[in-house]
């Protein structure tokens, strides 16, 4: 569904991803495991078109990476990150806004989902009158949750969505992704509990590193 | 009743009230002492040669060279908004003198034949004049308004990547960015008409009711004015952000690097 082929990236003159391959299939569980800077993040950025491969190929539905499938392919995947900024104002109009967009037009906005959703993820039922620069962290990264999962989506790349989370909010964030056996999901995280679990395929970056 | 001229010595006589800054910068250590000096030069020189100029223009009243003149005051304009905002000059020069030059030039025209009635449009003292004004204030907005939409989104480029993971087009991304500059641009312009007259008299209306018009023409050529720079300034910002989409993001819809003229590592 998804492959990098020898992709080489540096900054800086220092190699960040050199000569790597890895291949996602659907309904898999990846996560990418090793110490930062090694290129996790990377990987996921350079997935969805943010950075560019010096060489080396990504594949997705088995066609190559172009600025048309790119755009497909943002329609398609769930990114939820803490270094992306889901930007200021009130919550309920960041979430009109993206409800707003031509691709996601089809899709219809439900109050009651949402409703549901902020439940489920122990947000305060009065988050989308509030300010997006009033969330803490941990509720910032919630949010980007529960949009995703408002657009229907079924590939997920989810890049330390659990480090501000305390520790039953982490299980049930990570019961609620990998126990979806339909989703395809690219997990980043230094949690162990992620781990744990026996749909996950762990994907050593530091071995990979190594071999190249 | 015409204008008094002032004479060589009144002028210089007004010069002396530069002893008030100067003494003020010397007792205070301001250190402002030299640059006054130079600055007041500079004015007066630039000054006296654009009179000159302007006279021997006015006189000739050539359409061609009144034109040429105009064209001449957008590529100034033009260079000093990219000198400003620290754009790259080599991609961004073409489609800001386009934005400029159709902006400013279409009120200009629509400002001489309605509402001025010329039956000459190209008439020195209205081109230049009237078109030195549009420019001068659409010049101001744009520096805000191209210079913070760009950096803008490079400041915060994370929201506009999260933008597009959501599914959004490129437009669609960039459009929140839009309507902040745009915003923050014009919202001079609508407070400075909205305090016209009580705040401050403009220095045209102060020019005009010295040469001689009543103030009841003088309102009117200021309000018209107001207007036209309004028009004009709202103009000149979208085209010149419409105008530079193109080259300024790639086919992934990233932002390119290199539109920014960065100080030398």
């Known amino acids: 569904m998804l492959k990098f082929d020898k992709i080489n990236v540096s900054f800086n003159g220092r190699y960040i991803l050199k000569n790597f391959s890895l291949e996602i299939q659907e309904k898999e569980k990846v996560l990418l495991f090793g110490r930062s800077g090694i290129g996790k993040s990377t990987l996921l950025k350079l997935a969805l078109g943010y950075i560019k491969p010096e060489s080396g190929k990504i594949y997705f539905h088995d066609q190559p990476l172009n600025k048309n499938l790119i755009w497909d392919l943002r329609k398609e995947v769930a990114y939820v990150s803490q270094d992306m900024e889901i930007g200021l104002g009130k919550v309920k109009d960041y979430l009109k806004l993206v409800f707003s967009y031509k691709g996601n037009s089809h899709i219809g906005y439900s109050s009651d989902k949402v409703k549901r959703l902020i439940e489920y993820f122990e947000l305060n039922s009065d988050i989308l009158m509030k300010n997006i620069e009033e969330l803490s962290g941990g509720e910032k990264q919630r949010l980007m949750i529960v949009t995703v999962l408002m657009l229907n989506r079924k590939i997920f790349f989810l890049d330390e969505i659990t480090s501000g989370l305390d520790l039953k909010l982490k299980q049930k964030v990570i019961s609620f992704f990998l126990e979806n056996a339909e989703w395809t999901e690219i997990i980043v995280s230094h949690d162990n509990q992620w781990l744990s679990h026996p749909s996950v395929k762990l994907i050593d970056m530091e071995a990979s590193f190594a071999d190249s | ?265």
Do not use: H
């Open chain 2, 1 to 265: 009743m015409p204008t008094v001229d002032i004479s060589a010595f009144s002028l210089a006589l007004c010069f002396l009230l530069l002893l008030i800054p100067i003494a003020l910068s010397y007792g205070v250590k301001l250190k402002l002492t030299y640059i006054t000096l130079t600055s007041a030069l500079r004015m007066t020189i630039q000054l006296f040669l654009v009179g000159l100029f302007l006279k021997y223009i006015f006189e000739l009243n050539n359409p061609y060279l009144n034109l040429l003149w105009f064209i001449l005051m957008i590529v100034f304009a033009t260079s000093s908004v990219l000198r400003s905002t620290r754009l790259d000059k080599k991609t961004f020069i073409l489609p800001s003198f386009t934005a400029f030059l159709v902006s400013n030039f279409f009120v200009l025209l629509y400002f001489n034949y309605f509402v001025v009635s010329l039956s000459n449009v190209f008439e020195a003292k209205y081109l230049i004049a009237i078109g030195g004004m549009l420019l001068g204030n659409s010049l101001r907005g744009n520096i805000v308004g191209i210079g913070d939409f760009y950096n803008d989104i490079r400041k915060n480029e994370k929201t506009y990547y999260y933008y597009l993971s959501l599914g959004a087009t490129r437009l669609e991304a960039i459009i929140p960015f839009f309507r902040k500059s745009l915003n923050a641009a014009l919202k001079p312009t609508i407070a400075s008409m909205s305090t016209m007259g009580i705040v401050s008299l403009p220095g045209m209306m102060t020019g005009q009711i010295l040469g001689g018009s009543s103030p009841l023409i003088a309102i009117k050529y200021q309000i018209a004015i107001m207007v036209a720079i309004y028009a004009a300034t709202t103009l000149s910002i979208f085209l010149a952000i419409v105008l530079t989409l193109r080259t300024s993001f790639d086919e992934y819809g990233i932002l390119n690097r290199n539109i920014f003229c960065e100080p030398k590592k």
